[in-house]
């Protein structure tokens, strides 16, 4: 009976110190984002770039999204399908501009232009970013998102390391760390598999873009707690 109570009693305190950590605001800046990305063409390649708006609370909205080149000579824009076709050797700046409610948002790409005939090397284009605690749990570990045939892939470095005392341990990929809205959860307490708390590990995730998201974060995710927190940024 002793023993029973002991377990209550330690259940309680690990949720209700999950409780009791500060809810957050959840508005994040809007962002003008280019999705889909390349920096080598070939004379003659026509491609589709993708480009998507996040609001304050980093849900994706239709926007009308303005593209420019900085040299039309050498990569023209078309106006009505937004494909970009490579005209002469060269490098020319992609531009794209929308208007969100805190005034112009822009995001650019350079992209160099070779002769056909020239071998050119897919870009690696990989992502890193540090987990760092935003609570009182331990959350720390370096990591690199690269990508993979069918989407990308998130590599832990053996530092990682997630606070195994969590009631209700998950990861998230997501635009806004301040909420679960439109999160991709890739790992958690209750995963079939179980979850990963230390050291290194891979994730593979098909589907998923290798600019689709901002953030990688670790929540208490019954009660919608951030308690770890990184920004994916460029290699």
């Known amino acids: 009976m002793k023993l029973l109570k002991l377990v209550f009693l330690l259940l309680f305190v690990g949720l209700?110190?999950?409780?009791?950590?500060?809810?957050?605001?959840?508005?994040?800046?809007?962002?003008?984002?280019?999705?889909?990305?390349?920096?080598?063409?070939?004379?003659?390649?026509?491609?589709?770039?993708?480009?998507?708006?996040?609001?304050?609370?980093?849900?994706?909205?239709?926007?009308?999204?303005?593209?420019?080149?900085?040299?039309?000579?050498?990569?023209?824009?078309?106006?009505?399908?937004?494909?970009?076709?490579?005209?002469?050797?060269?490098?020319?700046?992609?531009?794209?501009?929308?208007?969100?409610?805190?005034g112009e948002l822009t995001d650019s790409e350079i992209i160099m232009v070779v002769k056909d005939g020239v071998v050119v090397m897919p870009s690696e284009n990989t992502k890193k970013g540090t987990i760092a605690p935003t609570a009182s749990y331990v959350a720390a570990g370096d990591f690199e998102i690269s990508k993979t045939t069918n989407g990308i892939q998130i590599i832990l470095d053996d530092n990682y390391v997630a606070d195994e005392s969590l009631?209700?341990?998950?990861?998230?990929?997501?635009?806004?760390?301040?909420?679960?809205a439109n999160a991709l959860q890739i790992d958690a307490y209750d995963d079939v598999d179980g979850t990963h708390y230390k050291g290194a590990f891979t994730y593979i995730l098909d589907g998923v873009g290798i600019n689709d998201y901002q953030y990688l974060?670790?929540?208490?995710?019954?009660?919608?707690?951030?308690v770890g927190k990184a920004t994916i940024t460029d290699k």
């Open 16 to 102: 209700n110190s999950c409780i009791q950590e500060d809810i957050v605001d959840d508005a994040v800046p809007e962002e003008l984002r280019i999705i889909s990305s390349v920096n080598t063409l070939k004379v003659g390649d026509v491609v589709k770039l993708q480009a998507s708006y996040f609001n304050n609370v980093g849900e994706k909205e239709n926007k009308n999204i303005v593209w420019e080149t900085s040299n039309s000579n050498v990569l023209f824009i078309d106006a009505l399908t937004t494909n970009i076709t490579a005209l002469a050797e060269g490098t020319a700046t992609i531009t794209v501009k929308t208007t969100g409610s805190s």
């Open 167 to 180: 009631p209700g341990f998950a990861l998230f990929l997501t635009n806004n760390p301040n909420s679960l």
């Open 217 to 226: 974060v670790q929540w208490c995710r019954p009660f919608s707690i951030l």
